[in-house]
């Protein structure tokens, strides 16, 4: 047959159809879902249950954020403000 390789190998035009569309849509498509599942039950179980170790941990910044990000009140430069309140 033309197009056959003379090694025995079967050479398959990609553009010609009779394939799945995309890689990975077909029945190897399980593997892919297993994984999606496994990350989706490691993200909920560091949510529950490392919540509070996570809350008290020093490299968890979110109070300093929030404490800084309160208005502080006026420059005063020369006894003027500055930065005048809107």
């Known amino acids: 047959m033309a197009g056959d390789d003379p090694l025995g190998v079967e050479?398959?035009?990609p553009c010609a159809g009779g394939?799945?569309?995309?890689?990975g849509s077909g029945s190897?498509?399980?593997?892919?879902?297993?994984?999606l599942i496994a990350l989706?039950?490691?993200?909920a179980r560091?949510?529950?249950?490392?919540?509070?170790e996570l809350d008290d941990s020093p490299a968890n910044r979110r109070i300093a954020v929030t404490r800084w990000g309160q208005p502080r009140g006026e420059i005063v430069v020369d006894g003027h403000p500055v930065n005048p309140a809107p």
Request: hydrophobic share 55%; charged share 20%; net charge negative.
């Open 46 to 52: 560091v949510m529950v249950l490392e919540a509070d």
């Open 40 to 43: 989706l039950v490691d993200a």
């Open 28 to 35: 190897g498509s399980g593997g892919l879902l297993v994984l």
């Open 19 to 23: 394939g799945d569309a995309l890689p």
């Open 11 to 13: 050479v398959r035009d």
